[in-house]
Structure formats: C-alpha cells, structure tokens
C-alpha cells in the first residue's frame, strides 16, 4: 500500500552508523521535498527532517537527510541505543494530491 | 510551545462511524494545515488527510469515500469521521499539524515541501463485533 519503500531493518553497532534509503518515484520524491520521522516503541512518529535535509530545533546533527532524483536518505552517525526505533520517510504525492509514506525501517543497535 | 491534545471513542462495532476529535493549544490554528494520520497494530503510518482553517480538505483517495474532516475555528479543533468501519480499520489515529508550503507546479500537479511537525498521543481505536 505504501508508495515509498524503505528496507525492513537496518543494523550496527554502537557508535558506527547507518543509512536507511527511501525509494519513490517522480510524482512524489522526485519532485517534492522529504521528512523524516522516528517513532519509539509505543510512542507518536516525531520530525527528525523537513525539507530534505533541515533538522528540527533539538534534533543532533548526528541525524542527517539527503535527497537524489527519486530517492532519499537518512544518516545516522554515532549510534547509540537511544536510536533504536522505527524511522519513517513521507513527501507529498503530486498525482494523488495526498501525503504518503515509507514502509518503515526498523533500527537495531547491536 | 504547541500541543495536540485527542480524544474519541476507543471501541466500534462494524458499520458504526468512528469519531475523533483533536485540539491546539499554544499556537496559532489558522496559519496551518491540521492531518489525521494512522498506524494498524505492527505495521506503517498512513495518511488519512487535512483540512486548514478554512475547512478546505485534501483526503486519502483509499479512504475518501467514508471520510470527512471538519474544523472549528472557534474552539481551535478539528475532528475526523470514518464512516462504515471494519476491522481493517483499527489503529492507532493520530492528529498532527502539517508544515505545508506550495512552491510551483510540475508534470504532476502542485509541487510542495510538506511534514507533520507537531503530534498527538494516538487514540487507539478497535473495531469488533
């Protein structure tokens, strides 16, 4: 149902890093910007980044966005067990004049 | 500092309507899209739809026939009906405020930067006979 895709799970170590891609298409990536939501287990989604790559006041800069064609991406630098969640992308949909999701991506410190 | 406060019944029966109620404190209403979003039990979030101060709405093209959202100005809250409901239909309802900015049109229609910066709790609502 999801019209962004995201990979299952993502995993590393303490203070390593890790990436999570989110795969779209023209109509909603390619050509409107992307956020980025981390949810903690039992909690409500929060905004880690808006506008591709802009952070939140309070957010760290160990979290980062980026943006290529029809894809996004979320770094993750210095990892720590507090990172463990579910992290979502979204953009807007130009075609079907709706906001949509990723499918999600859980993160896993080793 | 805004603050998303919801609330609605927690338990339907199939065929009833769902109804959700959320309000805004602390902030400015009118400057603002307000969204209904939603998460099944053990999987992802998805987008119900929006309304702005002026009650103008943009719903999810799945949902958009047992929809409607609503506003009131004169109490800050916006509310959400889900008519018809089944089971596939519990989840955690959450509301939210969207940043949302139009910045030109493309191949596909309007083209915008758009997020949900500020959330409610969640309401958890089951649906069962």
């Known amino acids: 149902q999801s019209v962004l895709t995201q990979p299952p799970s993502v995993s590393a170590a303490p203070g390593q890093k890790v990436t999570i891609s989110c795969s779209g298409s023209?109509?909603?990536?390619?050509?409107?910007?992307v956020s980025w939501y981390q949810q903690l287990p039992g909690t409500a989604p929060k905004l880690l980044i808006y506008?591709?790559?802009k952070r939140p006041s309070g957010i760290p800069d160990r979290f980062s966005g980026s943006k290529s064609g029809t894809s996004a991406t979320l770094g993750i630098t210095g990892l720590q067990t507090g990172d463990e969640a579910d992290y979502y992308c979204?953009?807007?949909?130009?075609?079907?004049?709706?906001?949509?999701f990723g499918t999600g991506t859980k993160v896993t410190v080793l | 500092q805004v603050q998303l406060q919801q609330w609605g019944a927690g338990l339907l029966k199939p065929s009833e309507t769902l109804s959700l109620t959320c309000a805004v404190y602390?902030?400015?209403?009118?400057?603002?899209?307000w969204s209904w979003i939603r998460q099944p039990p053990g999987k992802g979030l998805e987008w119900i739809g929006e309304?702005?101060?002026?009650?103008?709405?943009n719903y999810n093209p799945s949902l958009k026939s047992r929809v409607t959202i609503s506003v009131d100005t004169s109490k800050n809250q916006f509310s959400l009906k889900l008519s018809s409901v089944t089971a596939a239909d519990t989840a955690v309802y959450y509301c939210?405020?969207?940043?949302?900015?139009?910045?030109?049109?493309?191949?596909?229609?309007?083209?915008?930067?758009?997020?949900?910066?500020?959330w409610g709790k969640g309401t958890t609502v089951t649906v069962s006979s």
């Open positions: 939210a405020r969207v940043g949302r900015k139009y910045y030109g049109s493309g191949s596909y229609g309007p083209n915008y930067y758009y997020y949900m910066d500020v």
């Open positions: 309304i702005n101060h002026s009650g103008s709405t």
């Open positions: 023209s109509s909603n990536i390619g050509n409107n910007y």
């Open positions: 506008e591709n790559n």
């Open positions: 979204g953009t807007w949909d130009s075609s079907l004049s709706a906001a949509v």
């Open positions: 602390g902030g400015s209403f009118s400057g603002y899209y």
